[in-house]
Each structure stands twice: as structure tokens, then as C-alpha cells.
Nanobody, 125 residues
Framework: VQLQASGGGLVQAGGSLRLSCAAS????????VGWFRQAPGKQREFVAA????????YHTDSVKGRFTISRDNAKNTVYLQMNTLKPEDTAVYYC???????????????????WGQGTLVTVSS
């Protein structure tokens, strides 16, 4: 499966963006899809994930209440709605997927074997 992330941009603090992760080549059925981000000079970190079958979602604590991951199975797309953005949310955001992610590893970079290119989110203060 090939992943295409889009939707990044420049936004003021307090604003919103919606990122999209579109799959091609095959459907997301049976996959766990995650969003990760990497700020300059920092390690890639987990943001959110969703199990396509069943729709269970996971969000890291720093984005709970502000970011929401969702899916549209008909469009084979996963979204990350980001509200109340903060300057510290500035990063390159990546989507990734895998069929073999277990719950205890849902936030682990190494648990995902398909990665899309990143999309840059810049939040100005």
C-alpha cells in the first residue's frame, strides 16, 4: 500500500488544520493507521492511530481534546483533525500503516512498515 499525506500548511496558534492520509494500491481494511510527527532536531513521535476494522482510536496525551483521528473507508483515507494548534505542534507529520500492530505497540515507530511522505505543519505564535 502507498500512502499520500497532505493538508499541512502555515496556521496561527489557535487555528485548525485537517491532514489527510490516502491509501492507494490496496484498501486500509485490516490495517492500523498512525500519525507521527517530527520536529526539527527531535525524534519522531506518536500522535494518533486508528484501527480501520472497528475504528478504535488512540491519541497521545499532548493532543487529547485537540486532535481527532478518523477514517473514511469509502475514500480509503484517514484524517487527523487538529484544532487549537500550538507552536509546539510545529513538525513534519507522517502517516504510516501496518497490518500487524498490537495494542501495546500502537505508538511505536517501529511497529509500522509503510510510511508516507511527510506534510509540514507550521504553527505561528
Amino acid at each position: 500500500v502507498q500512502l499520500q499525506a497532505s493538508g499541512g500548511g502555515l496556521v496561527q496558534a489557535g487555528g485548525s488544520l485537517r491532514l489527510s492520509c490516502a491509501a492507494s494500491g490496496r484498501t486500509f481494511s485490516g490495517y492500523t493507521v498512525g500519525w507521527f510527527r517530527q520536529a526539527p532536531g527531535k525524534q519522531r513521535e506518536f500522535v494518533a492511530a486508528i484501527r480501520i476494522n472497528g475504528g478504535h482510536t488512540y491519541h497521545t496525551d499532548s493532543v487529547k481534546g485537540r486532535f481527532t483521528i478518523s477514517r473514511d473507508n469509502a475514500k480509503n483515507t484517514v484524517y487527523l483533525q487538529m484544532n487549537t494548534l500550538k507552536p509546539e505542534d510545529t513538525a513534519v507529520y507522517y502517516c504510516a500503516c501496518s497490518r500487524t500492530v498490537i495494542i501495546s505497540q500502537v505508538g511505536a515507530v517501529g511497529a509500522y512498515n509503510n510510511w508516507g511522505q511527510g506534510t509540514l505543519v507550521t504553527v505561528s505564535s
